[in-house]
């Protein structure tokens, strides 16, 4: 595979003072996700321009980098994910987004605290492209994006999909503190399992997202080889659901779990 150039203007130092003040943050509030495109920039040094070879070595990845379709501004049209018919990956997406009251462009206004995000550049054109379809992998996996031991299983899958120290320090410390928190190993192997799951599917990145939106999800998930996340859907009913989501104030402040 070729290798390219890094990103302009990066020194190819990982910024672990950063990474880390980041992440104490992030475990005190999981629903401060500012501290993900923190620790993103931190620490997934040489993340892009890697993914971004791997995408262009193939005709349909050249394609997709050819046409460089800015996917948040897509998805975020009047009406798009409602076109999808029943049962597809795109209806799933859209009762997804109906359901949690995210928006499609939701995750690109939050990451602009990092100056590259709007570069005119094709990593970060690509890297916008992994963020702007995070909240279809959620759907793609079965990981809920509005509870914690959900966002750590698809950080996890995330690592192995497309690397990056970002991904797996979060994936790592929410894992580690769970155990602490829940009393159990049940959030842990849940993360674990969405790591294992990450490296046998088949690499969603290179993926033309409108025909994928077009599929019927359960033909989606198996072309892809996403497997069922028996260990993640196990922890959700014996832990209950404010133990699931304990890093998240909206769901478990009253109990005060990310103390």
């Known amino acids: 595979m070729a290798k390219l150039p890094p990103f302009p203007g990066t020194t190819g130092r990982r910024d672990w003072r950063t990474a880390l003040d980041a992440i104490r943050k992030l475990l005190a509030d999981g629903d401060d996700t500012t501290q993900v495109f923190r620790i993103m920039r931190a620490l997934n040094v040489g993340n892009s321009p890697m993914n971004y070879a791997r995408l262009i070595s193939t005709t349909e990845g050249g394609r997709l980098a050819y046409e460089r379709t800015e996917l948040a501004a897509l998805f975020a049209q009047p009406g798009f994910a409602r076109q999808f018919a029943p049962g597809t990956v795109g209806a799933a997406y859209c009762h997804f987004l109906d359901s949690t009251g995210y928006s499609a462009d939701g995750l690109a206004e939050v990451s602009r605290i990092n100056a590259e995000e709007d570069m005119q550049h094709p990593y970060a054109w690509f890297g916008r492209r992994v963020r702007d379809t995070h909240d279809i992998w959620h759907v793609l996996t079965g990981y809920k994006a509005d509870e914690s031991m959900g966002e750590a299983a698809l950080v996890a899958f995330s690592y192995a999909q497309v690397g990056g120290l970002g991904w797996a320090l979060i994936g790592t410390a929410a894992a580690l503190k ?28 290179g993926e033309d997202y409108v025909k994928l939106l077009g599929e019927p999800l359960e033909a989606a998930r198996a072309r892809l080889g996403i497997a069922t996340p028996v260990a993640y859907l196990k922890a959700q009913r014996e ?13 478990a402040a009253d109990v005060e779990l990310a103390a």
């Open 178 to 205: 769970s155990i602490r928190v829940t009393g159990s190993t049940l959030f842990a192997k849940a993360v674990w399992e969405g790591y294992r799951h990450g490296r046998k599917a088949k690499w969603i990145s």
């Open 239 to 251: 832990l209950g659901a404010e133990l699931a989501s304990y890093l998240s104030t909206r769901r």
